[in-house]
């Protein structure tokens, strides 16, 4: 389904549509869903299968419309106009996995669906899943969030670029750092939905137990660092990159041999340090032992990495 809002490509995912659509039904007045369902009845009907999926298509696109699914997104385009102007135009698609809803930017040559006239501007991805959509304020308040992060990535004055600084400990402990940038870039943008009174108690305070998990040796800092970054209004790429890379400390912390990140305790002698986690380490880390310590985010990280594939799932 492409849709033109005010001359700005919108393209939903057909079978997003169809599951957000089947999903909203229950809250159709009981008139209006018996007639979506004899309309849709009658797609059956059809004998011809690439017909009949036009049909279906056709059908869903239009409920669609009706039910006002897309109302949240039409919306939240209309207050980020900067998105509108930053970007070529947006694909809509489907998260299977509620962790898996973002946004982002595709560059052109990223782009699922290269355009035959090359743009020099990203386009604007978003996948989200039907229950998202089929439900208006939940769909908002995503909405609401993901566009501030794209807001910030086309902003020059942020500054955003994909490229962090590469640690010494390999993948586990870049995707650490990346996972520390991240939390405290959601600092900011949960001030900012805050402000705007779209944040709830309960999700303020995810993002501050988020932001205490990764930040342990900030100690009883942690509270004052917390309020400081989510009072932030204009952050930069640069800002949130320092805090991720060299947290502040009291001088009171240990230095974690691996990460190099200081944390107030480290790990010696942890039943957790299995035969298998000790060989992993050592592949990066040759001349580790338990007696040099190990952090939490550390242990965490090497004991989730040499788990069978799937467990935990």
Same mark, same amino acid.
């Given at each position: 389904m492409t849709t033109d809002h005010q001359q700005y490509p919108?393209?939903?995912?057909?079978?997003?549509?169809?599951?957000a659509v089947m999903l909203a039904e229950s809250n159709l007045?009981?008139? +209006? =869903?018996?007639?979506?369902?004899?309309? =849709?009845? +009658? !797609?059956?009907?059809?004998?011809?299968?690439?017909?009949?999926?036009?049909?279906?298509?056709?059908?869903?696109?239009r409920w669609f419309t009706e039910m006002a699914l897309d109302n949240p997104l039409t919306s939240a385009f209309a207050d980020h106009p900067e998105i509108r102007n930053g970007t070529k135009g947006c694909l809509v698609l489907w998260s299977h996995k509620k962790k898996n809803e973002y946004a982002d930017l595709l560059k052109e040559k990223q782009n699922l669906k290269p355009?035959? +006239?090359?743009?020099? +501007?990203?386009?604007?991805?978003?996948?989200?899943?039907?229950?998202?959509?089929?439900?208006?304020?939940?769909?908002?308040?995503?909405?609401?969030?993901?566009?501030?992060?794209?807001?910030?990535?086309?902003?020059?004055?942020?500054?955003?670029?994909?490229?962090?600084?590469?640690?010494?400990?390999?993948s586990a402990h870049n995707d650490f750092l990346r996972r520390r940038y991240r939390t405290v870039w959601d600092c900011t943008i949960a001030g900012r939905l805050l402000r705007q009174e779209s944040l709830t108690d309960v999700q303020l305070k995810r993002?501050?137990?988020?932001?205490?998990?990764?930040?342990?040796?900030?100690?009883?800092?942690?509270?004052?660092?917390?309020?400081?970054? /989510?009072?932030?209004?204009?952050?930069?790429?640069?800002? /949130? *990159?320092?805090?991720?890379?060299?947290?502040?400390t009291?001088?009171?912390?240990? /230095?974690?041999? *691996? !990460?190099q990140f200081p944390y107030a305790e480290l790990e010696f002698q942890s039943p957790r340090l299995t035969e298998s986690?000790?060989?992993?380490?050592?592949n990066d880390f040759p001349d580790w032992n338990e007696a040099k310590g190990i952090c939490i985010q550390c242990l965490d990280l090497y004991t989730v990495y040499v788990l069978p594939t799937g467990a935990g799932n």
């Open positions: 919108v393209e939903f995912e057909a079978k997003l549509i169809e599951e007045h009981p008139f +209006k =869903r018996s007639r979506f369902r004899r309309e =849709r009845d +009658k !797609c059956y009907l059809i004998s011809d299968v690439e017909l009949r999926e036009t049909a279906f298509n056709t059908l869903h696109h355009s035959p +006239k090359p743009s020099h +501007k990203p386009s604007l991805v978003i996948r989200v899943q039907p229950h998202t959509i089929s439900d208006s304020n939940t769909f908002k308040y995503f909405l609401d969030r993901e566009l501030l992060y794209i807001e910030d990535m086309l902003d020059p004055d942020f500054g955003y670029t994909a490229d962090c600084p590469q640690l010494d400990g390999g993002t501050q137990k988020e932001f205490e998990m990764c930040f342990p040796e900030l100690g009883q800092e942690t509270g004052s660092r917390f309020q400081r970054l /989510i009072e932030i209004d204009q952050p930069t790429h640069h800002e /949130i *990159l320092a805090l991720a890379c060299e947290p502040q009291d001088g009171t912390t240990g /230095i974690c041999p *691996l !990460c986690v000790l060989k992993s380490i050592h």
